[in-house]
């Protein structure tokens, strides 16, 4: 078993990092959700198609993943209840996409991929 052995602590580097925590609280917890959905491979798939595309409707996800239109909306309502997908209504039809704040979290793995892609 690993002990720590640390003979002084550096209390002022404790504080800091304590209040760097607490200061990004809110960013922590958004990071996280956004996270814990993208972590589900059809979900990440389905961020990473709409973020390519800017939008798509169930229909559409569906004919590319081969997936059943309910298995689909099962997953958009998990990315629209964790609140990093939006809709918008054209008819009958509705579109997703991906919210404006949670692109910047998503984009430099997305990026990762298409670097992957290349490279094959």
């Given at each position: ?32 959700n956004v996270?814990?959905?993208a972590g ?81």
């Open positions: 078993m690993d002990t720590c052995i640390r003979q002084f602590a550096n209390k002022e580097q404790i504080k800091d990092c304590k209040e760097k925590i607490k200061a990004c609280d809110s960013s922590f917890k958004e990071l996280s996270l814990n959905l589900n491979e059809v979900r990440l798939k389905i961020l990473y198609l709409l973020e390519e595309e800017k939008e798509l409707c169930p229909c559409d996800l569906s004919d590319i993943l081969g997936m059943s239109i309910p298995a689909i909306s099962q997953h958009l309502r998990k990315l629209k209840d964790g609140n990093v997908i939006e809709f918008r209504k054209d008819g009958q039809t509705i579109y997703y996409s991906v919210k404006a704040n949670h692109m910047k979290i998503l984009k430099p793995f997305f990026k990762h991929l298409k670097q992957n892609q290349e490279t094959i």
